[in-house]
């Protein structure tokens, strides 16, 4: 039985599977299998070349495209055209994939929900589920950097019943066009410019970046009584705020015995979670730090688990926790 992380503060919901709408307020949408007619597995399609629609503006990577009406009847395949071919990392089932698009109806050319308006691309697991199967079935070995267009029968997007609330209908084939932004599995580190760490009081975290758990010395001293969080990798993303939900990679030691108490690493899994979910002191450390981070977290008993640890952690009473942390992406 897998254990389950002991950083949060409050149990950790699974992933919203919001259906795709028009709210430009809502920047974790993503087009969702919530709607599926049922649990059952979807049907393996089969992938062709066309027909799809023409791109007729914003062909960059990244601009917000334009797409033409549906030509004609469409495919009752699944069809799929990479129109960018892109050079990065080949995306594995089971990552966590960071994307661009635009999503419309073929035979109307109605948007019916897109991430470039929202200004933020979206982040979701591919190939488990998580989204329409559709988009399950023809993402995954695609390569960062690529733009691709599909076209997916109802079968393959919402099912029968479509989605009213966003204007599909139980008929509508709908056709995306997505970016690959960027990739993240269990492999993945944080990318940037060490930080110097001169301070002989303070734990010190490795700086690898080949994706294996980094190492936390603690020194033998007095565990401070006040929170400490600074970058031992320094990354270029945005600045996190305090309503922001983050994955990350991470581990945690006790400062009395630097023993491992908890860690994505040795679960093979990323972990995702709102800032406003966990420990007062992780979310005191994080906000404000930069996507792509490696930040260490001391955290005081005041603002972790106090006289109240989890019920059969190794996390005693009035512990203090170390933490390093790799932050991803923003979800």
Known sequence: MRRRSLLLAVPAGLLTLAGCGDDKSDKSKKPSSSSSPSSSSPPKAKIVDGPLPAVTGGKGFRDKPTVAKGPGKP?????????????????????????????????????????????????????????????????VGKKVGSRVELAIPPELGYGKQGNPKAGIKGDSTLVFVVDVVDTFNAKSSAKG??????????????????????????????APTKLIDQ?????????????????????????????????????????????????????????????????????????????????????????????????????
């Open 75 to 139: 495919s009752s395949d699944l069809a799929v055209k990479t129109l960018i071919p892109g050079k990065g990392t080949e995306v594995a089932k089971g990552d966590y994939l960071q994307a661009d698009y635009l999503g419309q109806i073929w035979d109307s050319a109605k948007v019916f929900d897109n991430s470039f308006d929202r200004g933020a691309p979206a982040i979701f697991q591919i190939g488990v589920g998580q989204v329409i199967p559709g988009w399950d079935q023809s993402l």
């Open 193 to 222: 410019k060490k930080v110097a760490q001169d301070n002989i009081d303070v734990p010190k975290v490795s700086t690898n970046t080949d994706g294996k758990a980094p190492t936390i010395e603690v020194p033998k001293a007095k």
């Open 231 to 331: 970058y031992v990798i320094e990354g270029d993303g945005e600045e996190l705020k305090a309503t922001d939900t983050v994955l990350v990679q991470y581990k945690g030691v006790l400062w009395d015995n630097g023993k491992e108490f908890d860690s994505s690493y040795s679960r093979k899994q990323l972990t995702q979670f709102g800032l406003n979910q966990v420990v007062k002191g992780w979310a005191q450390g994080l906000t404000g730090k930069k996507v792509g981070s490696r930040v260490l977290v001391v955290v005081p008993p005041k603002l972790g688990y106090g006289d109240k640890p989890p019920q059969g952690s190794p996390i005693k009473k009035d512990s203090t926790m170390v933490f390093c942390v790799d932050i991803l992406a923003k979800m």
